[in-house]
């Protein structure tokens, strides 16, 4: 089974500053998908980035991008020129591909990383 | 395009009794997934539905059980609810079934079980 597993519960970065948060995964395949989330108080939750496990570039989107490891199964979010809207947990994911077995649609979370900000 | 709805956004229940939560997913989506968000367990995967067929089911007891309709809305019932059933729970819906389909979440129904 997989699992995801982030280490940091807390993190907290000053406004426009770089924040990195950390994610490992346990996995034997070869070919998923991986995901930060946020999560503000209001609960929704909302797709930061995405990795596709075969493509060797790192995801950007804006002011987040990843350094994805795969051989070390890691996938650590940064975030650049933090602002006051960054507060939220924050959620590593894992999810398998199209293929067939069981796991169809499953999101793998992690345990989730409260960011704050401060001004 | 209208986002993820959910619906009710509150409830309270008293243990024993039965709930049912409902979701309609983004216009053209045909997956609807469900998850448990609580403090202790994180978020969890209920099940997955495709089509009007679940495709997979979380580690969840039979209390836990859900339905897509054609028009691929879907419900989650939950029957003799239990205190620990107090949570979030999360419906995500996506085009597809699988990774390469992005989930777009509700903004959920918080459960609370007295």
């Known amino acids: 089974a997989q699992t995801v597993t982030q280490s940091q519960p807390e993190m907290s970065v000053q406004e426009a500053e770089t924040v990195t948060l950390s994610c490992t995964y346990d996995t034997s395949e070869s070919d998923y998908y991986l995901f930060w989330y946020k999560q503000p108080p209001s609960r929704q939750m909302i797709l930061v980035i995405r990795q596709e496990a075969y493509k060797q570039q790192n995801a950007t989107e804006n002011r987040f991008s990843v350094n994805f490891q795969k051989a070390a199964k890691s996938f650590s979010l940064k975030i650049s020129d933090s602002q006051l809207g960054d507060a939220a947990m924050y959620f590593c994911a894992y999810r398998r591909p199209n293929a067939g077995g069981t796991s169809y649609g499953k999101l793998t979370f992690g345990q989730g990383t409260i960011l704050t900000v401060h001004p | 395009k209208a986002g993820v709805t959910q619906t009710p956004r509150y409830l309270i229940k008293t243990r024993g009794q039965q709930v049912t939560l409902s979701c309609s997913p983004i216009s053209g989506h045909r997956s609807v997934s469900w998850y448990q968000q609580t403090p202790g367990q994180g978020l969890q995967f209920l099940f997955e539905?495709?089509?009007?067929?679940?495709?997979n089911k979380g580690n969840f007891p039979g209390r836990f059980s859900g339905r897509q309709f054609s028009n691929s809305r879907s419900e989650m019932n939950v029957s003799t609810l239990e205190l620990g059933d107090s949570a979030l729970y999360l419906c995500?819906?996506?085009?597809?079934?699988?990774?390469?389909?992005?989930?777009?979440f509700g903004p959920g129904t918080r459960l609370t079980v007295t």
């Open positions: 539905y495709f089509s009007e067929t679940q495709r």
């Open positions: 995500a819906s996506s085009l597809g079934s699988g990774g390469v389909y992005e989930q777009y």
